[in-house]
Structure formats: C-alpha cells, structure tokens
C-alpha cells in the first residue's frame, strides 16, 4: 500500500530562520511527489513537484525540495522563513501505476517574530 | 477562466438527507477529484476520475456516490447523510495526475 507521512503536526520557526518540513513516502516503485500550501480558509496551491527528473526541485516562493530515494524522503525547506510563510503544508505522493494522489496529513507552519 | 468552481460554499443537512456537491472546471481538464478535509487527517481521496465516463474510488468512499458525463462536471453525491460527512470537501482538476491540481475553494457541510 502506499502512503505518505509528514513528521511534525506543528513546526514552529522564527523568522529568518531556516524552514524544514519532513514528509517519507513508502512505495516499491518510484513515485511522483508534490508539496501543496493552504492558506486560511483558502484552496491548496501547489509549490512544487518531483516526476523522475532532477532530485532537487525549486518551487515558487523560495521553497525546494530533495527527492532521496535511499531515505524515501522529500523534504521542504526554504533558507530563510518569512511572516508570509505561516500556513499549511501538504506533501503528496502519486505512484507510477496508479492514478490515485494520495495526501499526508499536513504540518502547520507557524512563524515566529 | 473561471477554473475550477464549487456550489454551495456551506451546507447544513440533517442526518439521512441527501445532496450534491457540484464541482466544474472550464480548463479542459482530464482528471478531477474530491477531497474531503477534517482536521488532523489532511486530505483523503473520496473519489476521482481520469475521464469523461470513467471514476474510481479513493480512500474513503464509503457514503458517497460520483458519475462524470462530461468533461466540464463531476458532481459529488451523499445518499444519506451521517454526521460522519461534517468536513470541508475539496474538488480538484488537472489535465493529468502528473501535472498540477487546480483545487476548487471547498464546500464546508455540517450534518446534525
């Protein structure tokens, strides 16, 4: 089965500072990856994905990621955290031969002043 | 465009009513899905489609019903409400599962 796991309900990090949300897939096959945003009372956004090209993906708003597949982990991180950053953060995983998007359960970023 | 849109914004439904949630997107999209959103529990796929006249089942399809007759709609149906179904739902879009979901703003429904 596959799934999807993002470590941290909440993080918390000051302005500034550098942002690390941690999201691990489990798949037997290599897999599609995607970060989403929320923003209150808003949809989700996507800030950027990983589809077997280049394993660092940039995303919009400062935000990469690195797919590794020996830690079958995509984590998000942006090097310097901005008030504009609090939100929502989902990492999604799609396998290659299935159609379905499945969604972690989302890390709430706060920033601090 | 108007992307992807989403009727009614809020639903108050008593337990064993039924309704639809609407969903259209105007891109041309091939695939569309819903979502439901509950705190804690992120996003789970209910259902999806990646066709006009072809849906399957997500994660939690249990209580809900979808067809897809066009390209444009894919309507999300509860037979018979349960207080269970109090969540935001979410629609999304996309011209495959590879490429970017456009997501609709939510349907946010309470079942008493």
């Known amino acids: 089965a596959q799934s999807v796991t993002q470590l941290g309900s909440h993080v918390s990090v000051s302005e500034g500072a550098l942002v690390l949300l941690r999201c691990n897939y489990s798949s037997s096959v290599p897999p599609y990856l995607f970060w989403y945003v929320q923003y209150p009372n808003q949809g989700l956004q996507l800030l950027l994905k990983?589809?077997?090209?280049?394993?660092l993906v940039k995303g919009i708003n400062g935000f990469e990621a690195e797919f590794k597949k020996s830690e079958t982990s995509f984590h998000l991180t942006k090097p310097s955290a901005h008030m504009s950053d609090a939100a929502e953060y989902f990492c999604a995983v799609r396998m290659n031969r299935d159609d379905k998007i499945i969604f972690g359960k989302g890390t709430r970023l706060h920033i601090l002043p | 465009n108007a992307g992807v849109t989403q009727t009614p914004k809020f639903q108050v439904l008593k337990t064993g009513q039924s309704m639809t949630l609407q969903c259209a997107q105007d891109?041309?999209?091939?695939?569309m899905s819903w979502y439901r959103q509950d705190p804690g529990m992120g996003l789970r796929l209910i259902h999806y489609?990646?066709?006009?006249?072809?849906?399957d089942q997500g994660e939690v399809p249990n209580g809900y019903n979808v067809s897809r007759s066009t390209t444009e709609d894919f309507p999300l149906r509860l037979l018979s409400a349960a207080p269970s179904q109090t969540s935001v739902y979410f629609c999304?879009?996309?011209?495959?599962?590879?490429?970017?979901?456009?997501f609709g703003p939510g349907t946010r429904l309470l079942v008493l």
């Open positions: 891109m041309n999209h091939e695939y």
């Open positions: 489609s990646v066709g006009a006249g072809i849906t």
């Open positions: 999304a879009s996309s011209p495959g599962t590879l490429r970017t979901q456009y």
């Open positions: 990983y589809t077997s090209a280049a394993t």
